[in-house]
């Protein structure tokens, strides 16, 4: 079977998706092709999901222009496609002399960045900001336009958007291989895959860490990627939420952050190795160096109930720490979004801006719809919604009222929402990223055989048949008894 | 055997109504809140009962294995059958069920109250339960409320263990409830670590199931369950023990294909150089348990940092007037005939507290309650009347010879005999009243409760 788009976006992760989004204002066709079965399953899913504020790239690069650009559209993103996002404003704490002389130079960057309202401030407003900061800080760069949100929230809020706007998404599918034809070609790219092929004519490789597997399978310019590992830990909800807090960045990240997150969570992000490519394990190592890397800067910090640990690629291009995003030199027709590693959350709204405006300067039509509709409606956060709110969704549906995930209170007809939702949920992680079923401190230990009784039913299919993520991960056998 | 019926107690649920008024507010329908809402009931309290699941019963409705009851009913019987006689008890009574409930809240009137805690029990701060169910949000008020959410099992992420994160990771309490409730196959091998209970009768059930169990992998360097079960569930499978090992990396991308283990050394950190692969498909985890709290932290109940459950007096009420605990919310118990008992005086408690039949709401002392030595914690961990008061504890390492000393100040009040302890068993210990008024004599304001490790002859 074979389909034809006017655009393929290669990569259904928040960058992906964000292009989409862009895009599917516009009269074309478009169709994201993702190899996973759902969306984000990459480095946007290993994520801290901080909205840097842009003042680490160095000026110049295409980093520092789309990131602090991305952070100013996360507030205008959030509205219209209704995901959670907190400007909290962030500190990056220094501890000496030498740390200060380190904050001034990011300060510097900044204000070439574009960042707006950077300042050195003394402890004493350092604590006022946020009372749990380490009392060693001497003295911060205190950044008001630094947030956070759920990655798998705004790459699933985009993609939905686009999807509502008509564009396809193809899961399962792992592009096998790229036929190119003659750049007269209406649908010049052929891409294979187990499920169909798919012809266009402008192809955007979006792949994350697959880019440079795809730009080769086009025969476009040849790079490689680096596995830059990063752990991450997520501790328990606390009463009060964090503001992020940075250490001095070292050369190749920004050292161990800790944050609060849009759901109360405290995040600790991330460590950076380079490992074997594909490899998301966590290491004790890791792990530790996080947890001691946190308490340096949040002293009383209980480090004790770790919620989860995980692991992810930064995809990262040999010999660069930039962004590539622009037209193929090789492929004309071929937009790369490639080595999006941090700060590829913060950047995903001004890098589908950029690529509209690279795609425009080289030629290709773009005339807007007059049915795009850039809201997505939210689902209903059943925890979040008012009293009377919540009393309304019971009222329409008793499933409202039936918990199946208690420690984040979600309950069954929110569970089925994420499932019919479009794209919806396929497996057991799909349900918890789209309403956090089994993403609190039990980690679905007392509803993960309800969930899967859930999706059973809802997908049609057998019990053995659900997935926890992907292909090959089944969670139980079948029945062990003859009778069902 | 008795089975369970679900539809045998749906004749007891109320319709959901705005505000219902009772005297005691249950939170859990499992053994702990059973227990003490029968004892609130026999007291002549109007009792009601919240349950998050659509049954009574709590986690014993998954636990088919025997061991029950042989204290409360001098028989033994399986989990289910020990639920249901109190299920049938419950039904038996005018109890009011809200089953299929959430707690969503506690709200205690002492902030917004007219009436004063000063005039008496009678007519102290009502306690307001908001919950919802598929009939909608309803609140229940009640003079008391008694805290019975159990516990919950300690997670992969707590433990930290290394890897990757495949499918077939599972709790030993979640395999149970798909191999018992949902009569499914969470795999074909399965390597189980930790040696609590929970863990050695997931082996045996597992291997009685077909699944088979490759190991049984242990941090410490001591079996953390009962004697009876290492013997019932391992030793009679022959399924190994490895003491003073545990999993290092989980191993599998899409599902587990390994597990790395590691011999650890005396301070419990692997040694390198002893990593092993053990080949599996499931790894079951029975790493310990953790009081369910966090509705009874959001109702301002200070907890105690060592049982991770409330800090309560001798009659299990917590720092908040009119809120008991009990139960694995107040401290993981051993033994389920231990939690009735516990219970039942919690709830009795309850009653006498929201009926103002109570000694009186003047404590005629003051003492706090701390363990030393090898205790690992005690309790109640206050002492507001002189009364008989029954000390529970358990010891943090197994010792074969060890004896209890009751301290105030540098006074030893209480010695008990030598003999062994184990960490697996919850203590006992008696304070007599007279122990407790000497404390006073002394102007202590503090009890210590050490258990001292003695040298053998």
């Given amino acids: ?484 | 055997m008795a089975e369970f019926k679900s539809s045998a107690i749906d004749c007891n649920v109320v319709e959901a109504v705005q505000t219902q008024a009772f005297d005691v507010v249950v939170i859990g329908g499992g053994p702990a809140g059973m227990a003490a809402a029968l004892a609130a009931h026999k007291a002549g309290a109007r009792v009601a009962i919240v349950e998050r699941e659509q049954h009574l019963g709590g986690i014993l409705r998954q636990c088919i294995h025997p061991g029950f009851g042989l204290s409360h009913f001098k028989q033994e019987l399986t989990g289910p059958e020990y639920a249901q006689r109190f299920i049938d008890q419950v039904r038996a009574t005018d109890i009011a069920l809200f089953l299929d409930s959430m707690v969503i809240g506690i709200d205690s009137g002492e902030d917004t109250g007219a009436s004063s805690v000063d005039e008496g029990a009678g007519t102290a701060a009502v306690h307001t339960v908001t919950l919802m169910n598929p009939s909608g949000m309803l609140q229940l008020t009640g003079r008391a409320v008694v805290l019975a959410m159990g516990c919950r099992e300690r997670t992969r992420s707590e433990i930290k263990i290394p890897g990757s994160r495949p499918a077939g990771v599972f709790t030993a309490g979640l395999a149970q409830r798909y191999i018992n409730i949902e009569n499914l196959k969470p795999g074909s091998r399965a390597v189980i670590l930790g040696s609590g209970d929970i863990g050695l009768i997931m082996a045996r059930r597992c291997t009685l199931e077909g699944i088979s169990v490759e190991g049984v992998y242990e941090l410490m360097p001591y079996a953390n369950g009962l004697r009876r079960n290492v013997k019932n569930c391992l030793d009679d499978f022959g399924i190994p023990l490895h003491l003073s090992t545990t999993v290092t990396r989980v191993i599998g991308h899409d599902r587990v294909e390994a597990v790395e283990v590691s011999q650890v050394d005396e301070r419990l950190a692997p040694i390198p150089g002893t990593e092993r692969i053990v080949p599996c498909d499931t790894l079951l985890l029975s790493v310990g348990l953790i009081p369910e709290n966090e509705l009874s932290v959001a109702a301002g109940v200070e907890l105690d940092p060592r049982t991770r459950g409330a800090v309560v007096d001798q009659c299990l009420q917590t720092g908040v007037p009119g809120i008991f605990a009990c139960g694995n919310v107040l401290h993981v118990h051993d033994l389920a005939d231990n939690v009735t008992a516990e219970s039942e005086r919690a709830g009795a408690a309850a009653a006498a507290y929201a009926l103002g039949t109570g000694a009186g709401a003047v404590p005629d002392c003051e003492l706090s309650v701390s363990p030393a030595g090898i205790a690992g914690y005690a309790l109640p961990g206050r002492i507001t009347a002189v009364a008989l008061t029954k000390l529970n504890f358990r010891v943090r390492r197994p010792v074969n010879a060890a004896r209890v000393r009751i301290l105030a100040g540098d006074e030893e009040l209480l010695t008990g005999k030598v003999r062994p302890f184990k960490p697996s068993v919850m203590e006992s210990f008696p304070l007599p009243p007279k122990v407790i008024q000497r404390a006073l004599d002394l102007g202590a304001s503090e009890i210590v409760l050490s258990v001292d490790p003695v040298e053998e002859e």
């Avoid at chain 1, 190592?285 to 947890?291: E, Q, R, T």
Wanted: aromatic share 6%; glycine share 10%; net charge negative.
């Fill in chain 1, 1 to 484: 079977m074979t389909e034809t788009f006017d655009i393929a976006i290669v990569g259904a992760g928040i960058t992906g998706c964000a292009i989409a989004r862009q895009l599917a204002r516009f009269d074309l066709s478009i169709c994201v092709v993702e190899a996973a079965n759902d969306i984000a399953l990459g480095a946007s899913k290993a994520n801290g999901g901080l909205v840097h504020a842009g003042y680490d790239p160095a000026p110049g690069t295409v980093k520092a222009q789309v990131n602090a650009r991305g952070c100013e559209l996360y507030g205008t993103w959030a509205q219209e496609l209704g995901f959670l996002f907190c400007r909290t404003g962030s500190m990056v704490l220094g501890f000496n002399d030498e740390d200060r002389a380190h904050l001034e130079k990011l300060r510097q960057n900044g204000l070439a960045n574009g960042v707006p309202q950077l300042a050195i401030i003394g402890p004493e407003r350092i604590h006022e900001l946020e009372p749990r900061a380490s009392a060693q800080a001497a003295c911060a760069l205190w950044c008001p336009s630094t947030g956070y949100v759920d990655p798998f929230e705004v790459a699933i809020a985009a993609l939905e958007n686009a999807v509502d706007n008509g564009v396809r998404f193809m899961r399962s599918a792992p592009v096998e291989a790229i036929e190119v034809a003659g750049s007269g070609d209406d649908a010049r790219f052929t891409l294979a895959t187990p499920v169909g092929d798919v012809r266009c004519r402008y192809l955007i490789n979006a792949a994350g860490n697959g880019a440079a597997d795809i730009s080769h399978m086009a025969g476009a310019e040849e790079f490689q990627m680096v596995w830059r590992q990063g752990n991450i830990v997520v501790l328990d909800k606390e009463p009060r939420t964090l503001m992020p807090l940075y250490p001095v960045p070292t050369p190749v990240s920004k050292g161990v952050i800790v944050t609060g997150t849009v759901h109360g969570n405290t995040v600790i992000t991330a460590t950076a190795a380079v490992r074997e490519p594909g490899d998301t394990q966590t290491y004790a190592s890791d792990v530790n160096a996080l947890l001691t890397g946190a308490r340096k800067l949040v002293p009383d910090l209980d480090t004790r109930h770790v919620v989860r640990a995980f692991a992810g690629g930064r995809p990262v291009i040999q010999g660069t720490n930039d962004f590539f995003i622009g037209q193929s030199a090789v492929v004309p027709g071929l937009f790369q979004a490639a080595g999006i590693q941090s700060p590829g959350v913060a950047s995903a709204p001004a890098i589908a801006e950029r690529m509209e405006l690279v795609m425009r300067e080289t030629g290709v039509e773009l005339h807007e719809r007059a049915d795009w509709n850039p809201i997505r409606r939210a689902p209903d956060d059943f925890d979040r919604a008012p009293l009377t709110r919540k009393e309304e969704l019971i009222e329409s549906d008793p499933a409202w009222g039936q918990i199946v995930c208690r420690c984040e209170t979600v309950p069954e007809a929110e569970i089925v929402a994420a499932i019919r939702r479009q794209p919806g949920a396929v497996s057991v992680e799909g349900v918890k990223r789209r309403c956090r079923a089994g993403m609190g401190r039990c980690q679905s230990g007392f509803c993960q055989s309800r969930v899967v009784a859930i999706l059973a039913r809802e997908l049609g299919c057998d019990p053995s048949e659900v997935l926890l993520e992907d292909a090959g991960s089944w969670l139980v056998e079948g029945p062990l008894k003859g009778v069902r």
